[in-house]
């Protein structure tokens, strides 16, 4: 049996400032927690929003990963003073990604930035600069190393509560933004004290979002894998409606 194939975003950076060199950053936390629950990691450069569908054509499951700030062009609102760095070219790609899986049906994972992306493709819209809201509440944690650090109140008959078996998780923060108002298709699975949406699911189970880094803590905290498992579920329960009959373990 070959192994789920899972597509990895990357970001995109400028080696150094004198060479106009840019490379395609794949994070090896993302590719280790997919190689845990069973799938194959691929890592797709940001190219041309056509290359999208090629690319999504090749694997059975999406991970739209972490990194800069969404460009507000793309869900009408002007650039907020505390907007960071945007990407065009991978806010295209990702996007175009998203909307082939879809039309596949393949599972996608999105963290991070990822759960801002899938909220942007399905119409919704971000909180440009979260510490503007800020004044009771920290969603960027100073220690680098995937420590735990907020509370997650989890929706009881949501997936993700399923998985993690209980309702009420604690988890990293590094977001910048965050999603405002909601998405078609979506619902808010998880919550913040001060209200703000850390985890999105699909009405078809194929879509879940995470705000947080699981796959920067699973090491240190194990249950931190469980939304890789959910994904993992759900491509492998594509792969086995895709071709009735076949069994895979
Ligand atoms: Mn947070």
Same mark, same amino acid.
């Given at each position: 049996m070959?192994p789920?194939r899972?597509?990895?975003?990357?970001?995109s950076?400028?080696r150094s400032s004198?060479? &106009?060199?840019?490379?395609?950053?794949g994070? /090896?936390?993302?590719?280790?927690?997919i190689n845990? %629950? !069973?799938?194959?990691p691929?890592f797709?450069?940001n190219?041309?929003?056509e290359k999208?569908?090629?690319?999504?054509?090749?694997v059975?499951g #999406?991970?739209l990963?972490g990194g800069?700030?969404?460009?507000?062009v793309?869900?009408?609102?002007?650039p907020?003073?505390?907007?960071g /760095?945007?990407?065009?070219?991978?806010?295209?790609?990702?996007?175009?990604?998203y909307?082939?899986a879809?039309k &596949? !049906?393949?599972?996608? #994972?999105?963290?991070?930035?990822?759960?801002?992306?899938?909220n942007?493709?399905?119409g919704?819209? #971000?909180?440009?600069?979260l510490?503007?809201?800020?004044?009771k509440?920290?969603?960027?944690?100073q220690?680098?190393d995937?420590?735990l650090?907020? =509370? %997650? %109140?989890?929706?009881?008959d949501? &997936?993700?509560a399923g998985?993690?078996?209980?309702? *009420?998780?604690? =988890?990293? *923060?590094y977001?910048?933004q965050?999603i405002d108002r909601l998405?078609s298709?979506l619902?808010?699975?998880a919550?913040?004290?001060?209200?703000?949406?850390?985890a999105?699911?699909?009405?078809? !189970?194929? %879509?879940?979002?995470?705000?947080?880094?699981?796959? /920067?803590?699973f090491?240190r905290y194990?249950?931190?894998?469980a939304p890789?498992?959910l994904f993992m579920?759900?491509v492998?329960?594509?792969l086995?409606?895709?071709i009735?009959g076949?069994v895979?373990?």
């Open positions: 070959q789920a899972i597509l990895i975003s990357t970001s950076s400028t004198s060479l &106009k060199r840019m490379d395609a950053i994070g /090896m936390n993302y590719a280790e927690a845990q %629950v !069973g799938g194959l691929f797709a450069p190219l041309s929003a999208a569908a090629a690319y999504i054509a090749q059975d #999406l991970l990963s800069v700030d969404f460009d507000p793309l869900f009408n609102e002007a907020h003073p505390g907007l /760095m945007v990407d065009e070219a991978r806010d295209n790609f990702e996007l175009a990604c909307h082939a879809r &596949k !049906g393949i599972p996608i #994972l999105g963290i991070c930035r990822g759960i801002q992306a899938i942007v493709a399905e919704g819209s #971000l909180i440009q600069h510490p503007a809201f800020e004044d509440h920290q969603h960027a944690q220690n680098n995937g420590s650090f907020h =509370t %997650v %109140v989890l929706e009881p949501s &997936k993700l998985a993690f078996g209980k309702t *009420s998780i604690r =988890t990293n *923060s977001h910048h965050a998405g298709n619902k808010s699975v919550k913040t004290a001060d209200n703000t949406i850390e999105v699911e699909s009405s078809d !189970g194929k %879509v879940l979002g995470v705000q947080w880094h699981p796959e /920067m803590s090491e194990p249950e931190q894998i890789f498992r579920e759900a492998q329960q594509y086995n409606e895709r009735p076949q895979y373990a």
